[in-house]
């Protein structure tokens, strides 16, 4: 079993900042990929930002410059620092992950159950 897990969302008023975090844990071989996508009420599920295992980053245009992922390899866990927040920055963020299993061979893409962020006044 792979899990992970979540945290660090809440309220925040607009220009706020949160820190998201989300931990790997289980019968891990190896992490490829990590990265966080959001979903808003009503709206598709996105993309906010990814990091490969060889540190190559990528981030949705909407939060450059505001928002910046990091991981550490060693805690299996990736982190979303979120700054000048904004209204529309509302959703539930969601941790992926693509994965090896111990024993397998193929690769999966493994989620969180996502952390709520509202952003208001």
């Known amino acids: 079993q792979v899990q992970v897990v979540e945290s660090g969302g809440g309220l925040v008023q607009p220009g706020g900042s949160l820190r998201l975090s989300c931990a790997v844990s289980?019968?891990?071989?190896?992490?490829?990929?990590m990265g966080w996508y959001r979903q808003a009420p009503g709206k598709q599920r996105e993309s906010v930002a990814g990091?490969?295992?060889?540190?190559?980053?990528n981030y949705a245009d909407s939060v450059k410059g505001r928002f910046t992922i990091s991981r550490d390899n060693a805690k299996n866990t990736v982190y979303l620092q979120m700054n000048s927040l904004k209204v529309e920055d509302t959703a539930v963020y969601y941790c992926?992950?693509?994965?090896?299993?111990?024993?397998?061979?193929?690769?999966?893409?493994?989620w969180g159950q996502g952390t709520q962020v509202t952003v208001s006044s």
């Open positions: 289980g019968s891990i071989f190896e992490i490829y990929a």
């Open positions: 992926n992950c693509n994965a090896r299993r111990v024993g397998a061979f193929a690769r999966y893409d493994y």
């Open positions: 990091i490969t295992s060889g540190g190559a980053i």
